[in-house]
């Protein structure tokens, strides 16, 4: 009984089960074609402002395998991430040049007072659980931030190595001081950077621990993170970063499912990623896989059917060249020149020429009689041009300058964009100062353009520039080089950004000063003048101390500038000299003698002093005397508090402010003997800056 009743029921059964089968064949075929070779119907094509392209895609099914895209509420895309970890947000997607950009966490970690690491993160997130991604090589580089930090990217765990990861490189670097690290600067004090090679998976570093006790108060963390060369520039603020900062980085994707060329790849047609017609399959450059470009002639999406479709080479004259008559065929693009009317050996990049009559031939004769008239005259001027360039180099001590390692010599083609009226940023009795960048690293400069010159001192101008690029301090402004290619050479500084003392007390760059900073300011400054009088080979007075000579840095770093009017004398040698100052800031006992010394800036810095804490304008009006003032105050016994700056003065530190006016005093002495050093001023200052910061 039993088998008959089988017997009967089979025969009615196998239809549907081959019905169902064949159904669910039909349905996951659908399905892999529209997550590989397709945007499936009604996916989204946006999210916010960027276009969404297969292979990328949003939602189930609109991507292929390891390009899916999260879109936030608000518009915002993300990669789609792990479990474990949040989404990493995309500001931008290329299908031409196969890459991502995305923005990736840092990596720190940050010590306590016993030196011990308290709270760090690797950086580490998951992006990349398919494989498709790699860290682009060409495009980002490795930065380290901190002060004793060593740090390395780690790729994929390796079982087989020592550490446990594939180490791919890193570096390091020191600082002792929070000032010994420079805004822009990133060599190994404060920040180091490397190149990463190609292969790289995985945003995750790891630190060697070095001491951190002595530089918690300025560097209390290590940081390390990938990101794109010209997205990041050190800043010393970064030496306190915040952890949750996100870098930029531009990441090469490639279809990688399986395939590790694209002779592999075309050889399974059902997950083939070019898909279109007039495509052409490309091995990865970083990486295992391959991508998909649209064929010469042709633009699109590679990855969808149809998606490369012909470039009309005529409507786009910028790019595709004709200078006949032009006609698009599909990838490519025919051009001639009118039969019978006009010629050309090759019209796709001479013009046509026309086939002129016997009296168009003589009017062209004639025309091209006075062109070469005129290029004779061209080349003639030209030439004169060029051996007056060559005198004036000569005589401005070109050859010498040469065999100088430390100076640069510009042509004056290199500084022609920058000597613009656009870019003047001061403009006095010796000439202009404008702003520019020069060089690969596009370094920000101040070019001097004198307006006129002592002539009998011209002769010693290559000695000059020679001392002055050897005069290396950090509160001295840097002599980069010169152009010598014009009768009064051109110099070039490196530019200081926050502007001059004087803007900053008294202009439009007006900013509040605590007692701190304007000691921190005093005390730089005379730094510079006491290594220029004492502690270089050749005694270096400036002759024109005054706020307007004192330029400051981001983080209110000051930098002497503006002592190329001064003589460079010889060591226990006295010259009287001929300096054009400023009369306010001027030595008294100079205009008697006729004899500058070290003296004379020791006077000038006292009036710079007095004003920093008054922040009143020194004035050698006789109606606003604010020399002459202050003294009588101080002689006759009586308070100069009234002097004083209200910003400072209600300050606790009325026996510094007393010291500060005292040593003023002393400066502007008529006795230049009563006149301190100022090796010793900038001594006194530093020690009154540090009982202002409280140390």
Known sequence: ?????????????????????????????????????????????????MDIRYP?????????????????????PFLAAGADTKPIQVTGLSIEKAEARVMLPIAWQCFNSSDVVYSSSNGMVQFNEHGVYRISSTRNHLVVVGCNTMAFTQNQ?????????????????????????????????????????????????VFYNLSHRSKLQFSPCDYAFLVEKESYS????????????????????????GSLSCSHAKANKSTYACVSDNSDCLDSMNGPGYICSCSTGYEGNPYVPNGCT?????????????????????????????????????????????????????????????FIIALVVFITLLRREKRKTKEFFEKNGGPILEKVNNIKLFKKDDLKPILKSGNIIGKGGFGEVYKGHIGET?????????????????????????????????????????????????????????????????????????????????????????YMHSKTSTTILHGDVKPANILLSDDLLPKISDFGISRLLAIDNEHTMSVIGDMTYMDPIYFQTGLLTDKSDVYSFGVVLLELITRKKASHSDKNNLLKN???????????????????????????LAGIAGMVVQCLSLDVNQRPEMTDIAERLHYMAKKARGI
């Open 1 to 49: 009984m039993i088998s008959k009743s089988n017997d009967e029921v089979m025969p009615s059964t196998t239809p549907l089960i081959v019905v169902v089968v064949l159904l669910l064949i039909t349905l996951a075929s659908g399905a892999l074609v529209a997550g590989q070779n397709s945007t499936a119907g009604g996916c989204p094509t946006k999210c916010g402002a």
């Open 56 to 76: 990328f895609g949003i939602g189930d099914g609109c991507s292929r395998r390891g390009f899916e895209i999260v879109c936030e509420d608000g518009g915002v």
């Open 157 to 205: 765990p390796n079982a087989g190595d020592d550490y446990g990861y594939d180490f791919f490189t890193g570096c390091t670097c020191y600082c002792s001081s929070r000032f010994h690290a420079t805004s822009g600067d990133c060599s190994g004090v404060g920040c180091c950077q490397v190149d990463i090679p190609a292969g790289l998976t995985d945003n995750s570093m």
């Open 234 to 257: 050190f800043s010393t603020g970064d030496l306190r970063m915040n952890v949750d900062r996100k870098m930029p980085v531009t990441l090469d994707w490639a279809i990688r499912d």
């Open 310 to 370: 012909d470039i009309n080479e005529c409507e786009r004259k910028d790019k595709y060249t004709c200078y006949g008559n032009c006609r698009n065929k599909p990838g490519s693009y025919d051009c001639r020149c009118p039969k019978g009317r006009s010629h050309s050996a090759d019209p796709y990049n001479e013009p046509c020429i026309p086939n002129f009559p016997l009296a168009a031939q003589i009017v062209v004769g004639v025309i091209g009689g006075f």
């Open 442 to 530: 596009n370094q920000p400069v101040a070019v001097k353009k004198p307006i006129n010159v002592n002539l009998a001192k011209k002769d010693q101008f290559a000695n000059e520039v020679i001392i002055q690029s050897r005069v290396i301090h950090k509160n001295i402004v840097k002599l980069i080089g010169c152009c010598l290619e014009v009768d009064i050479p051109i110099l070039v500084y490196e530019f200081i950004s926050k502007g001059s003392l004087e803007d900053v007390l008294h202009g439009s760059n007006r900013l509040p000063l605590n007692l701190a900073q304007r000691l921190h300011i005093a005390a730089q400054s005379a730094e510079a003048l006491a």
């Open 630 to 656: 202050f003294l009588d105050a101080y002689t006759n016994g009586t308070t100069v508090r009234d002097f004083i700056d209200e910003e400072i003065a209600a300050t606790n530190h009325l026996e510094l």
